[in-house]
Structures are given as structure tokens and as C-alpha cells.
């Protein structure tokens, strides 16, 4: 029997999703946004880099007070065995855990906490010209906020709002995403994956101020250490964009993808998709085929 979901140490049939896999109204999580997920990919049905995905996990949960019930060992096997039963070889993973409905008190201190694990064959989402020639961005009237108001380094649901807001924006002024600065006026990242630039031969990134460190974004830097390419995290500003070469994306979801154009405050900047975003791209692409 393949199985798309695990749910509370429980597998679900695809045909049960409606009865089993449904929350109850009066979810803590829901009402509250005390929740947290992972994305993860799968290739060639081994899971990519998932042990520093369930890492953050648990991380994301414990910036947000509350437990996950179940070790990094014990998803990283869960997860595989998922994988390993589909009918495909590609896709894409999300682990979530919520407080749930034991309580709706505004605490939580008595809610009880699940979690789920579901699999999917989700492509990427963009075509393969935006992967080779590059993505249009807007710019978000939302910014990242002040590590002081927010659990800004967890990778928590509720944090999610406004790059769902800018996201949907950005499509309907025709663009494909937004640029996000962030309560100081710093260059951030896009809604959903952090971005770099390219001057000079250097790879450049904003620090991570107030925003998720991507587990994309760390590879990258990874890769280009090992290669002998400077790497620098910074502070950068929408003035800094005329300097750089090149721009790209990094996440999960997307992989890597480059930048054609970023259009903000009433000026448009264009950028070409240069060899370093493509060996970028190649040297990503063999770090998934030997299932690292």
C-alpha cells in the first residue's frame, strides 16, 4: 500500500484524507498561528539534506514555545519510508506541527502538539526559460520585521501572511515574485526564498537580520566556498542593485533560479542569468543525484 501521508505516528490512505487527515475547527494553530513546517525535496526516492531540514524543525518549534514529540532520527525514517512506498521518484515533502485542539486558550501551555508528514510529485514551479533566462520581480509593500516582534529565524506558519500578500500581488501586476526589504530598509529576500547577488566575482547575501537562514541558501554558499569564490554576507540596499551582475533565488521549492529584473519605486534594473548562476545551478543538480 502506498501511503502520501503520516500523521500523529499514523499512516493515511489517500482515500481517508477526508475523514483522518482533516483538522478540527477549533485548532490552536489555526486561530492562534502556532505552527511550523518544513519543505523538503526528494530525488531519484532519496530525500535531500534531511537532516538539516528536521534540525530547523525542531528549532522553529522551540522559538515558538512548544515541543515536537518525535526525534530528528525518528522523521528523517518516517519520511524516507513515505518516499520509499510512492509511485514516484521526484516530488516534494511538507512537515507541519501545530498545536491542536486540546486547547483555545490564547496559551498554550495545554495544547497537545501533532504533526504530519505529506509527499507529493510537485514539480517546480517555474519553466524551464525562467530557469535558464530568469524570473521579473516587483516590490512588496510589506517588510520583514524586527527580530523584536517576531520570531523571525522560525520557520513558523503565521509568518508566512505577508509573502502570500506580496506573492499574489506581484502575479497580478504580471511579475513572478517580490522583493522584500526589511524593517530597516535592507534588501531581504524574495517571499519565499533568499536571494544573492553577483559583483566583481564575489557571490553576495544579505544577512539573515530578520529572515529564515534557507537550507538552499547555506548549500550555495557551501558549493562556492569549496570552489575558492568569495562569499560575503552583508548589508545591501535597493541603491546597491545598479552594481551587481547577476541576481538569483534560492529555496527548496525552486531550487535556484536567476533574476531578469527587479522593478521598485518607480525604476526597473535588468540583469543578465551569467555563468555563475548556471554553474550554480549544475553544481546544485549533482549535490540531488548523489541524494546528499
Same mark, same amino acid.
Do not use: W
Given at each position: 500500500m502506498a501511503y502520501s501521508l503520516w500523521l500523529d505516528g499514523q499512516w493515511?490512505?489517500?482515500?481517508?484524507?477526508?475523514?483522518?487527515?482533516?483538522?478540527?475547527?477549533?485548532?490552536?494553530?489555526?486561530?492562534?498561528?502556532?505552527?511550523?513546517?518544513?519543505?523538503?525535496?526528494?530525488?531519484?526516492?532519496?530525500?535531500?539534506?534531511?537532516?538539516?531540514?528536521?534540525?530547523?524543525?525542531?528549532?522553529?518549534?522551540?522559538?515558538l514555545d512548544f515541543d515536537i514529540p518525535y526525534s530528528v532520527q525518528a522523521l528523517q525514517t518516517v519520511?524516507?519510508?513515505l518516499v520509499s512506498g510512492l509511485p514516484y521518484k521526484d516530488g516534494y515533502i511538507r512537515a507541519i506541527a501545530w498545536c491542536g485542539e486540546a486547547?483555545?486558550?490564547?496559551?498554550?501551555?495545554?495544547?497537545?502538539?501533532?504533526?504530519?508528514?505529506h509527499a507529493a510529485a510537485r514539480p517546480l514551479p517555474y519553466t524551464q526559460d525562467q530557469y535558464q533566462n530568469g524570473l521579473h520581480l516587483t516590490g512588496s509593500c510589506w517588510k520583514r520585521p524586527d527580530p523584536q516582534t517576531a520570531p523571525v529565524h522560525s520557520k513558523?506558519?503565521?509568518?508566512?501572511m505577508t509573502s502570500s500578500m506580496s506573492k499574489k500581488k506581484a502575479e497580478e501586476?504580471?511579475?513572478?515574485?517580490?522583493?522584500?526589504?526589511?524593517?530597516?530598509?535592507?534588501?531581504?529576500?524574495?517571499?519565499?526564498?533568499?536571494?544573492?547577488?553577483?559583483?566583481?566575482?564575489?557571490?553576495?547575501?544579505? @544577512?539573515?537580520?530578520?529572515? *529564515?537562514k534557507g537550507i538552499t541558501r547555506?548549500?550555495?554558499?557551501?558549493? =562556492?566556498?569549496?570552489?575558492?569564490? /568569495?562569499?560575503?554576507?552583508?548589508? @545591501?540596499?535597493?541603491?546597491? *542593485?545598479?552594481?551587481?551582475?547577476?541576481?538569483?533565488?534560492?529555496?527548496? =521549492?525552486?531550487?535556484?533560479?536567476? /533574476?531578469?529584473?527587479?522593478?521598485?519605486g518607480g525604476q526597473k534594473w535588468s540583469f543578465s542569468a551569467g555563468p555563475m548562476v548556471h554553474w550554480m545551478q549544475k553544481e546544485f543538480r549533482k549535490l540531488t543525484q548523489k541524494g546528499l
Open positions: 493515511i490512505e489517500k482515500e481517508a484524507f477526508g475523514e483522518l487527515g482533516s483538522l478540527p475547527v477549533m485548532t490552536h494553530g489555526l486561530h492562534y498561528g502556532t505552527a511550523v513546517f518544513e519543505g523538503l525535496r526528494f530525488y531519484e526516492g532519496r530525500v535531500f539534506q534531511s537532516d538539516r531540514h528536521y534540525q530547523r524543525f525542531g528549532q522553529s518549534a522551540r522559538f519520511t524516507q519510508e486547547s483555545m486558550l490564547v496559551s498554550h501551555r495545554l495544547s497537545n502538539v501533532r504533526v504530519a508528514v513558523a506558519a503565521g509568518l508566512y501586476e504580471g511579475c513572478d515574485d517580490a522583493l522584500m526589504l526589511d524593517y530597516k530598509d535592507r534588501i531581504a529576500e524574495a517571499t519565499s526564498s533568499n536571494i544573492f547577488f553577483v559583483r566583481d566575482g564575489a557571490l553576495l547575501t544579505p @544577512f539573515p537580520h530578520s529572515f *529564515l547555506q548549500t550555495c554558499m557551501d558549493l =562556492a566556498k569549496d570552489a575558492g569564490i /568569495v562569499v560575503q554576507e552583508g548589508d @545591501f540596499y535597493i541603491q546597491d *542593485l545598479s552594481s551587481m551582475q547577476e541576481v538569483f533565488l534560492t529555496g527548496t =521549492a525552486i531550487e535556484i533560479v536567476p /533574476v531578469a529584473s527587479i522593478t521598485l
